[in-house]
């Protein structure tokens, strides 16, 4: 019953920064992982980062460790993804998912997801 609806998408030059957000519904939310996807043009859809109140996270891939954040603010049920320093690899539809199960997810473990947001870095 949770519905997700992403924004803040846009155009950034490279070494800039944006900040992506999630809007949820959904009176449970709060106990639901969240993560962040992406999926750039000719490639598949690829984790980013993940949230959730009770476990270890949050994680994050490789490809954006140390220069991506993502929090949520769970009195508003919004879920935030903090992209620093970006690079000409970046640019791709950046999805927000949700789960009711916890740890480090599969894709396929999602049972919410959003629209996705467009986000394009310039050189």
């Known amino acids: 019953q949770v519905q997700l609806v992403e924004s803040g998408g846009g155009l950034v030059q490279a070494g800039g920064s944006l900040r992506l957000s999630c809007a949820a519904s959904?009176?449970?939310?709060?106990?639901?992982?969240t993560g962040w996807f992406r999926q750039a043009p000719g490639k598949e859809r690829e984790f980013v980062a993940a949230?959730?109140?009770?476990?270890?996270?949050?994680f994050y891939a490789s490809s954006v460790k140390g220069r991506f954040t993502i929090s949520r603010d769970y009195a508003k049920n919004m879920v935030f993804l903090q992209m620093n320093s970006l690079k000409p690899e970046d640019p791709a539809v950046y999805y927000c998912?949700?789960?009711?199960?916890?740890?480090?997810?599969?894709?396929?473990?999602?049972?919410?997801w959003g629209q996705g947001t467009q986000v394009t870095v310039s050189s």
């Open positions: 998912a949700a789960s009711r199960r916890l740890g480090l997810l599969r894709q396929n473990e999602y049972n919410y």
């Open positions: 959904g009176r449970t939310f709060s106990s639901y992982t």
């Open positions: 949230i959730n109140w009770s476990d270890g996270g949050p």
